[in-house]
C-alpha cells in the first residue's frame, strides 16, 4: 500500500523554542519575585491595559448588559450541552471498594483539586467557547475556586460576551490579564487570588510554553500547538462541504494544518480546486491565516482504500477528526487516534469548536496518539485507600518482607515485620528473601 501527496507540507508547525522558552522564563521569574506590581507592569506592557485586574459584580454587571440577548441565549444554549455532556463523563468516574483478602479493603476517591485557572484567549479573536469549555467542566468536575483569566483590550477590558460566559458558567472570579502575566498571576496566587492547583485552556506559543514551564508545580491540560484538523472521505463525500471545512480550520492560524485523506482522486482534485475559491471569499484577517495555512502546511493524501486512509489518519493522530464517508459504524470502531470525532457530513469541528457538547481544547501535534481533550477527569485527582482487620493485613505483611528483602530495602521489611510480631506473636514465619 502507497500513499500519494497530490499536495506536501513546506513547512511544519514550531516556533522558535528556546527564543520563546527565555522570554517566557524571565518574565515568570520577574512576577514571582515582583508580585502584583509586578504582573501590572507586564499588564501595561502587553496589553496596554491599567484597569481593575478583578472584576467587581459592577462590572461584571454592566458587561453582561452589553452582550446582545440573541448572542446571550447562544451562550446559555452551548453552556447547557457542555454542562450535561461534563456530567455525563463525570457519571464515569465514581467511589469504589472492593475486599481483595478477607478483611483487606481497598479503594478508590475522585477528589476535585481546590482552584483551577482557566485561560481564555482574547486577542484576535474572542474565544468565547473557551470560557464555556473550560470553567463549565471546572464547575461540574467540583473545584471550590474558579478563575477566568482573558486578555483585555486597551480602553475595553475584556470582551463583554466572554464575560458573560465566564460568569454564567460558574466562575468565582474574572481576571483582565493577558498571556504570561495572566497564566503567572493565577499560578502565583496573586491579586488576592487562592493558587491555582491547574491551568486549562489554549493560548498563544508564550502561554504554552508558560504552562510547560510551569508543569508540575501546578498540573495543566496539555501543552498545545497550532490547531490541526483531518478530515476523511470516500467518493461519497460532497466535495463543497469538505472543502468547507478545511478551510473553516485553516482560519484558526497562518501555521494551523489540514489535512484530506481520501481514496478518490477525483474528489481529492476538487477539493484542492474548490480551496482557493473559498479562501478568497472570507474577511481579510481570516483570508491571510487560512491563505497561509493552506499553502505552508495543508496536505492531500490519496490512499489505496479505507483500511490505509485509517491507518494514514492514527499516524496523524490529528486534533479534529472528520469523517465523510460510507459505514460510519466501521470507521468509530477502527480509528483510534484523535482528539475528537466527527462522524458524518451532518455534524463538522466547528459545532464541537462551539456548541454541540464536546469540548474543544484538544490535543494538538500528534498529541492524541496518547492523551485525550479536557474533560471533568482532568480537573479531578483519582486516589486509592486502604483498610485492615490485623488477620487481613497477614498475607500482605508476609509478602511485602520478602519482597522488599529481595530489592534490598531492610526499612520496608522491618515495617511489616513488626506488624507481625504485634499481631501474630505465637506464630513463625519465615521472611528471609529466599524463603
Known amino acids: 500500500m502507497t500513499r500519494e501527496y497530490l499536495k506536501k507540507a513546506s513547512l511544519t508547525p514550531k516556533s522558535d523554542a528556546t527564543e520563546t522558552h527565555e522570554i517566557v522564563k524571565g518574565i515568570l521569574d520577574d512576577i514571582e519575585a515582583g508580585g502584583d506590581a509586578k504582573a501590572m507592569e507586564y499588564a501595561a506592557k502587553f496589553d496596554q491595559y491599567e484597569g481593575n485586574v478583578l472584576l467587581t459584580p ?3 454587571e454592566a458587561a453582561c448588559a452589553l452582550v446582545p440577548e440573541r448572542l446571550k441565549a447562544d451562550i446559555r444554549f452551548s453552556h447547557d450541552n457542555v454542562r450535561r455532556f461534563a456530567e455525563l463523563q463525570k457519571s464515569t468516574v465514581s467511589d469504589v471498594e472492593t475486599e481483595l483478602l478477607p478483611g483487606f479493603v481497598t479503594g ?7 482552584a483551577a485557572g482557566c485561560y481564555v484567549p482574547g486577542g484576535r ?4 467557547a473557551s470560557a464555556i469549555m473550560t470553567v463549565t467542566t471546572a464547575k461540574v468536575a467540583g473545584c471550590k475556586h474558579i478563575t477566568a483569566c482573558s486578555p483585555p483590550r486597551p480602553g475595553v477590558g475584556v470582551a463583554p460576551a466572554i464575560v458573560y460566559a465566564a460568569h454564567i458558567c ?4 474574572i481576571m483582565a490579564m493577558g498571556g504570561v502575566q495572566g497564566v503567572a498571576a493565577m499560578t502565583f496566587g496573586l491579586f488576592g487570588l487562592p493558587k491555582a492547583n491547574i491551568l486549562v485552556g489554549p493560548g498563544n506559543q508564550f502561554v504554552a510554553e508558560a504552562k510547560r514551564i510551569l508543569f508540575g508545580r501546578v498540573g495543566i491540560d496539555m501543552i498545545a500547538g497550532p490547531t490541526d484538523s483531518l478530515i476523511l472521505a470516500d467518493k461519497t463525500a460532497d466535495a463543497h ?3 468547507t471545512d478545511l478551510v473553516s480550520q485553516a482560519e484558526h492560524g497562518y501555521n494551523s494544518p489540514v489535512w484530506l485523506v481520501t481514496d478518490d482522486r477525483d474528489l481529492a482534485e476538487d477539493v484542492m480546486a474548490r480551496v482557493p475559491k473559498l479562501i478568497d471569499d472570507l474577511p481579510d484577517v481570516n483570508r491571510d491565516n487560512a491563505a497561509a495555512a493552506w499553502r505552508d502546511y495543508a496536505e492531500v493524501i490519496v490512499c489505496s482504500d479505507r483500511e490505509e486512509m485509517a491507518a494514514c489518519s492514527d499516524d496523524y493522530a490529528p486534533e479534529h477528526l472528520t469523517v ?4 460510519l459504524d466501521w470507521w468509530l470502531e477502527n480509528l483510534t487516534c484523535y482528539g475528537s470525532l466527527f462522524l458524518g457530513e451532518e455534524t463538522t469541528v466547528s459545532y464541537g469548536d462551539k456548541a454541540a457538547g464536546t469540548n474543544h481544547v484538544l490535543p494538538t501535534s500528534r498529541a492524541a496518539s496518547y492523551t485525550g481533550g479536557l474533560s471533568v477527569h482532568k480537573y ?3 486516589v486509592t485507600w486502604q483498610r485492615s482487620t490485623r488477620e487481613g493485613s497477614k498475607a500482605v505483611a508476609e509478602a511485602t518482607a520478602r519482597i522488599s528483602r529481595l530489592e534490598g530495602m531492610e526499612g520496608h521489611a522491618r515495617a511489616a515485620d513488626v506488624r507481625l510480631e504485634k499481631y501474630f506473636p505465637n506464630e ?3 521472611l528471609s528473601a529466599n524463603g
Not at 125 to 128: K, L, Q, T
Not at 170 to 173: N, S, V
Open 170 to 173: 460558574g466562575a468565582d472570579k
Open 380 to 382: 479531578m485527582k483519582i
Open 428 to 430: 513463625t514465619f519465615d
Open 108 to 114: 478508590q476517591k475522585a477528589i476535585p483539586v481546590d
Open 58 to 60: 459592577e462590572e461584571i
Open 241 to 243: 462541504i469538505v472543502a
Open 324 to 327: 465523510q464517508a460510507e459505514d
Open 125 to 128: 479573536y474572542s474565544h468565547i
